[in-house]
């Protein structure tokens, strides 16, 4: 028996089978919780169905929600307290900003609705979800948890507006973390180094931040999202019962390192 069991999930930001999300659903599995997915549109449906599904887990527990939309995370949760009594984790792993705002200088790159939307998409969804999901949540010990990255802290070439958007997005998981420890559910982040997914796909210069992160981590390598996963179990299992608040950094090292050693 995992040191899960027992406990239901809801996984929201699945979009392949290299996303972070789903090395969160495999390592949840794993251990033993029950999980149910929401998708972004139809045509992720089919690639969430069928991970729920390699997974044992229930293909009909799979909904439909664009974060920017209050009506469609309203009705997530509507459908899903017809199926379950409770939910003990709520995992947000979503991040967005339009292509042209990842490239290029950050004066020259940034506009008032790439801001708005990497926002809106990347930080509000968090507190959107938690809200509509916090009446499931009440008197079960619950966690959340998101996924945000270290250029919240410092300056990563084209990322841009999304450092922005990570930083506000960490600030809400302390907030969330102080409104909602009285009510017994603990908000957490990790900050996951730099990993080969769909979303990543679209930053530009990609294949050097990983080429850095390989020279600059004290592993001298990347992490994979098995990695990531099984740091999320943990902190959402209740073995991680005393830590809120928190961003967790899973990164290979990489974050300690003020410069690249020569080791010529």
């Not at 996303?19 to 972004?40: D, K, M, P, V, W």
């Not at 729920?52 to 939309?69: E, I, K």
């Not at 379950?84 to 984790?89: E, N, Q, R, Y």
Request: charged share 20%; with cysteine; net charge negative.
């Amino acid at each position: 028996m995992g040191f899960m069991a027992g406990k239901r999930a809801l996984i929201v930001g699945v979009a392949s089978t290299r996303s972070i999300a789903t090395g969160i659903a495999e390592a949840f599995a794993r251990e033993g919780a029950e999980l149910a997915f929401t998708y972004q549109n139809e045509k992720l449906k089919s690639r969430v169905t069928k991970l729920a599904d390699s997974l044992g887990q229930n293909p009909d527990l799979c909904y439909p929600c664009d974060v920017s939309s209050d009506e469609e995370i309203d009705a997530v949760f509507e459908s899903l307290g017809k199926q379950w009594d409770g939910l003990d984790i709520l995992v947000h792993s979503v991040g967005f900003a339009p292509r042209e705002q990842l490239e290029g200088g950050f004066t020259e790159s940034i506009t008032r609705e790439g801001f708005q939307i990497s926002h809106d998409i990347s930080a509000y969804s968090l507190a959107a979800l938690a809200k509509a999901g916090l009446p499931m949540m009440t008197g079960r010990n619950g966690a959340i948890l998101t996924l945000t990255y270290n250029a919240a802290t410092q300056v990563v070439p084209n990322y841009n507006v999304m450092g922005l958007a990570k930083a506000s997005l960490e600030s809400c998981v302390r907030f969330l973390a102080a409104d909602l420890g009285p009510k017994g559910i603990r908000v957490n982040a990790i900050s996951a180094g730099a990993v080969k997914t769909l979303a990543a796909a679209g930053i530009s210069g990609f294949r050097k931040m990983l080429g850095y992160a390989e020279k600059a981590s004290p592993l001298r390598r990347t992490v994979t999202i098995e990695e990531i996963g099984n740091t999320a179990a943990f902190l959402c299992s209740d073995l991680a019962s005393g830590i809120t608040g928190e961003t967790t950094f899973v990164d290979a090292g990489s974050n300690i390192m003020g410069m690249v050693f020569d080791e010529d």
